[in-house]
């Protein structure tokens, strides 16, 4: 949640700066602002609303300077103004500050330097660290970097919560300050220009060799290099690595939305997650980043995961998946409940951190506790270099390139696919025969296929979405394996539709949620011919008894649900426990083209931003 790109070298700061937080849209888009130093000053530009207004503002009133700090928004403390965008300053207008995440005591700081006559300008707890930081460097008594340096340090020890910050000081014009704790940071090299962002994607169109800043972490960003520092001066080890992607897989090609890019690539990122994961012969998986030897993983006796919304369903599928090929008792909890909750760790717990961005902020505390309790622990991450990745012992990437799409799509599927793969692996070293290992195996090695089969259905979905657009509120229903993707198709529907939809249990509805049917709420059913077919018919049957229009997620084929449904998607036949990632692919465009057709912002919903980065 928020986005912050710094640059300094010799090329013009402003269009770069703006042109980066473009790339960083999806991570908040309330306001935006940039600060540029010039001359010893430093001046703003900052606007409500989209990264547009703000070029509108600087093609009015432009600023020019080699050097200067940039942030996207989304708003916690105070509205999207004007005067809450970032940057803010400290009182004599010398300091900047850019800042993703929250300063806890910006209260009591604030009171206290209002005591001391300070006058606020915004409602923000980053103008609290802003203006703190001012008054620690004017206290210094001392001019430039070391003495800057020092209060930056001061003004840190000071604040509680989470920062990843861009720092500009007038009296430095060849450097641009970061820090980073609990919210990402990265520095990137360039050809006589570094940069700071929070997000590889602002950067990669100009260099793809890229620093991760950790937690603690001090940087001091020059045109020519760049320095890393821990918060108690000593120097910072920080490895330089390469973005795997390039600028154009972060782009939206020939497609109108992110969102559709990302569905369509599926295929493509199911590949990945799976090349060089398969061994036939041994009609096992291959996972060497879990670091953990086949007799540590053999000693597993449960297996715990954490995640969040789109996340949490792919760890419900594959509890489901973990359950039936490995029997090992395996549960997945909300991030956000477990990290307060005190769960008993088993010995032999082993702790799972499912997450696309790798920097929920839920996500990461609950790793923690994990740590903390002596839980192995592992992260099945997108984003490469992401705060789960680097702090989790081992793991699986996803390899699914980056997801721009506010809406969680392709991450899904290659989550889903990764906990087969670790399903697949635990169960071979238990007592999932060979044939069983092999025939998951072709499982697998189907579904990209497959998945190419139901994307051939998009123009007959947009049809039913179409039809249906005007529905007030729709239920998702399924069971068993399709259970964790009703969730998953109310979540899509809602969050960009902003249609209402619940996502039940088939069976369970008739315990509550049944009251809302009528001829006016759809009920949308995966039903595909699986070992629960003629149970969810039951379910079917019920609604249709009360009027409630069906919309069918079916096998191809099934003639049965022709006579029972207003409308029917079809997918491939599939096996029981993969069929619901088809039916999911399926629902993604079902979500897409009902959006799309109420005219919605599909790739930036509304209150919504990319990688949840509060608490
Ligand atoms: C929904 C969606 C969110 C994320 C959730 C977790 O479409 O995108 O529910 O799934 O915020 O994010 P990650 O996977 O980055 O931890």
Known sequence: ????????????????????????????????????????????????????????????????GTVGISHTRWATHGPPTD?????????TGKIAVVHNGVIENHAA?????????????????????????????????AHGEAAFLEALRRALRRVSGAYGLAILCADCPDAVFGARKGSPLIVGIGREEHFLASDVNAIVAHTREVAYLADGDLAVVRAHDF????????????????????????????????????????????????????????????????NMTAAELRGVERIQMAACGTSWHAGLLGEMLIEEFARIPCEVDYASEFRYRNPPFGRNTLFLAITQSGETADTLAALREAKRKGARVLGICNVVGSSIAREAGGG?????????????????????????????????????????????????????????????????????????????????LGRRFNYPVA?????????????HAEGYPAAEMKHGPIALVDERTPSVFLCPRDGMYEKTLNNLEEVRARRGPVIAVATEGDREIAHK???????????????????????????????????????????LAKSVTVE
């Open 487 to 499: 969730l998953e198709g109310a979540l899509k529907l809602k969050e960009i539709s902003y249609i």
């Open 109 to 141: 700081i604030r009171r206290d330097l209002e005591a001391r006559g300070e006058t606020f300008v915004s409602d923000t707890d980053t103008e609290a660290l802003a203006r703190l930081l001012g008054q620690l460097y004017a206290e210094a008594g």
């Open 1 to 64: 949640m928020c986005g912050i790109v710094a640059c300094i070298g010799t090329r013009p700061a402003a269009p770069l700066l703006v042109e980066g937080l473009r790339r960083l849209e999806y991570r908040g888009y309330d306001s935006a602002g940039v600060g540029l130093l010039r001359d010893g000053k430093i001046e703003t530009r900052k606007r409500a609303g989209r990264i547009d207004a703000l070029a509108a503002l600087l093609a009015e009133r432009p600023i020019s």
């Open 565 to 607: 449904a207003e409308a029917v998607i079809p997918i491939p036949a599939a096996p029981d426990h993969f069929a619901p990632l088809l039916a999911n692919v399926a629902l993604q465009l079902f979500a897409y083209h009902a959006a799309v057709a109420l005219g919605r912002d599909v790739d930036k919903p509304r209150n």
């Open 83 to 91: 005067m809450n965008s970032h940057p803010h300053l400290d009182a």
């Open 396 to 476: 699986l990437y996803l390899h699914a390139g980056p997801e721009i799409g506010v809406a969680s799509t392709k991450a899904f599927t290659s989550q889903v696919t990764a906990l087969a793969l670790l399903a697949l692996y635990l169960g071979r070293l238990h007592h999932l025969s060979a044939l069983e290992g092999a025939r998951l195996i072709r499982d697998l090695e189907n579904l990209p296929g497959q998945i190419e089969e139901v994307l051939a259905q998009s123009e007959r979905i947009r049809a039913i979405a179409q039809r249906f657009r005007g529905a007030a509120s729709v239920l998702f």
């Open 227 to 290: 320095e890393a520092l821990r918060m108690d001066d000593r120097e910072a080890t920080v490895a330089v690595s390469r973005v795997e992607h390039d600028a154009a897989a972060a782009e939206k090609g020939d497609f109108p939305h992110f969102m559709l890019k990302e569905i369509f690539e599926q295929p493509h990122t199911l590949r990945n997650a799976l090349r060089g994961r398969l061994n036939p012969e041994d009609a096992t998986s291959v996972l060497g980043g879990l």
